[in-house]
């Protein structure tokens, strides 16, 4: 069953080349986590893989758009999905971003990951324009 889910938009206090440029290399990623979380992650220029609750979990850049999206798909993981990362330019030199993830989720999946993977992603976005902003972005530790 295929599910999606769309982030709400934000408005980051950069231009989106320099929003896409930090996300492009995943690596970059595994430099933004809190430093007793990097032990899980390994990340090369295209894939990123971490252990989450024992499993192996991992994704790999399948597209890129020069400084307007990044698309993602998992790579080893027990259901097919994408994660479109969108840098679209906003007034002022601002970015507006926002992520949408397709998944083929079962029902059960569907209804356990949802509302969670939707909070996840509208979160994620809102700690990306606090820190835009010189904000200490706001996180609650995510259980899935």
């Known amino acids: 069953m295929s599910a ?8 980051v206090s950069r231009p989106p080349f320099d929003l896409y440029m930090g996300f492009c290399d995943l690596r ?19 894939t990123l893989e971490a252990s989450v609750q024992g499993f192996k979990l991992g994704v790999k850049v399948i597209e890129r758009t020069p400084y307007s999206k990044i698309v993602l ?8 999905f994408t994660v479109e990362m969108h840098f679209d330019a906003a007034p002022d030199g601002r970015t507006d971003f926002w992520v949408r993830v397709d998944a083929e989720l079962n029902a059960m999946l569907k209804m356990m990951l949802g509302k969670r993977l939707q909070e996840g992603l509208d979160q994620m976005v809102d700690a990306l324009v606090a820190a835009s902003e010189g904000r200490r972005p706001d996180i609650p530790d995510m259980k899935f």
Not at 4 to 11: E, V
Not at 73 to 80: L, R, S, V
């Open 73 to 80: 798909e998992g790579d080893g993981t027990p259901f097919a």
């Open 28 to 46: 970059n990623m595994v430099a933004m986590l809190p430093e007793d979380k990097k032990k899980d992650v390994q990340a090369t220029y295209d």
């Open 4 to 11: 999606r889910y769309d982030s709400k938009h934000g408005l």
